[in-house]
Nanobody, 114 residues
Framework: EIQLVESGGGLVQAGGSLTLSCAASGFPFSASTMSWIRQTPGKKYEWLSSIESDGRITVAAAVKGRFIIARNNAESTLSLQLNGLKTEDTSIYYC????????RGQGTQVTVST
């Protein structure tokens, strides 16, 4: 059973930083492309960044230069470093397994205050 558990969200002031983590299990993590997405106030999902099994990274233009994705295959964890946070980054952030299932975890809330 694929399981994805996000953590690390919280309340942060604008301009601050957070690092989100995703603990993965139930599938060959190192062979999977993994992504971070977030849910907008209108409930649509916005893709943020992906990292392939070979380490190649793609980043959405909206967060390029501010958000950094990384993976630790030995620990089956995915991370997203959020820098220079803006109030519009307030959202629920999810990790997603892209190769086998398209599943996402339960999400972690990030709230950016002024």
């Amino acid at each position: 059973e694929i399981q994805l558990v996000e953590s690390g969200g919280g309340l942060v002031q604008a301009g601050g930083s957070l690092t989100l983590s995703c603990a993965a299990s139930g599938f060959p993590f190192s062979a999977s492309t993994m992504s971070w997405i977030r849910q907008t106030p209108g409930k649509k999902y916005e893709w943020l960044s992906s990292i392939e099994s070979d380490g190649r990274i793609t980043v959405a233009a909206a967060v390029k230069g501010r958000f950094i994705i990384a993976r630790n295959n030995a620990e089956s964890t995915l991370s997203l470093q959020l820098n220079g946070l803006k109030t519009e980054d307030t959202s629920i952030y999810y990790c997603r397994e892209d190769t086998r299932s398209g599943m996402r975890g339960q999400g972690t809330q990030v709230t950016v205050s002024t």
